[in-house]
């Protein structure tokens, strides 16, 4: 038939998420969301406009839903612009993290992300991909590394791109960004039942995607048995 499989993995931030989901993707021939990177646009709209960010919750639904953008290989367009460097500063993944808060918000951004869902199959990364946006997802992967790991990854991705950073201050915020994201009330970042742990802080990219290829597999294999 059409079975068209999706492969979620959820971790924290820092944890390599991104980074692994897109070479699983590439190897795959899959199709990849960056889930995040919509909550880091509506915060992104929300900052240039000057809004106040705890405030309006519909408002904020409305920017969600309205985001025109396109993601083209390594570009995300919002508009004409290329945002993709702008978003990933830390004050915008902070900015993200309240919002994300916004039951209206996430219910504004589901269809879009269910829209990925194309054939021959997708791989995405964020919070609640595993348990809110593809609950029937083949594989679940929940992605993570100590915060001291994720801290110095952070601060060596941002030093390759000449941005200056601080060790103690991307601890501080991941911390933080941690503990939003894990005991807000809807859709959590959890350990799910289905889900399987993938502890990363000794294990190298490479190994990471192979672990995950690897799960995939296994799955696969299952299924058919
Ligand atoms: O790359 P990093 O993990 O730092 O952040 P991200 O994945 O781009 O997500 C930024 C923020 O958006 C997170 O801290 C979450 O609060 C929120 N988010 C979410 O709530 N649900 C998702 N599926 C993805 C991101
Ligand atoms: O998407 P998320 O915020 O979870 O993390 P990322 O942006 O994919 O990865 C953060 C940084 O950690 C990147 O510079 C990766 O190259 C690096 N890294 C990793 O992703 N996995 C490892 N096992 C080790 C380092």
Known sequence: ??????????????????????????????????????????????MRSGGDLGGDEKRLSEVARELDVVFKGTEIRLGNED?????????????????????AVRAALLARQRAFRQLPGLVTDGRDMGSVVFPEAALKIFLTATAEARAERRYKQL?????????????????ERDA????????????????????????NIAQAVDSVLQQYAETRAKARA
Do not use: W
């Not at 820092?14 to 919509?38: E, I, M, N, P, W």
């Not at 945002?83 to 039951?103: F, H, L, T």
């Not at 030093?159 to 911390?175: R, V, Y």
């Open 1 to 46: 038939g059409n079975y068209i499989p999706v492969i979620a993995i959820d971790g924290p931030s820092a944890s390599g998420k991104g980074t692994v989901a897109q070479r699983v993707a590439a190897k795959l021939g899959f199709h990849y969301l960056d889930s995040g990177a919509l909550y880091r646009l509506v915060a992104l709209v929300a």
């Open 83 to 103: 945002v993709a460097d702008a978003i990933r500063s830390e004050a915008c993944g902070n900015a993200a993290s309240k919002i994300a808060a916004y039951p």
């Open 159 to 175: 030093m390759a791109k000449g941005i200056d950073a601080n060790i103690a201050t991307l601890l501080q915020d991941i911390q």
């Open 180 to 203: 939003r994201d894990s005991n807000r009330s809807v859709a959590p970042l959890q350990l799910g039942a289905d889900t399987n742990l993938l502890d990363t802080t000794s294990l």
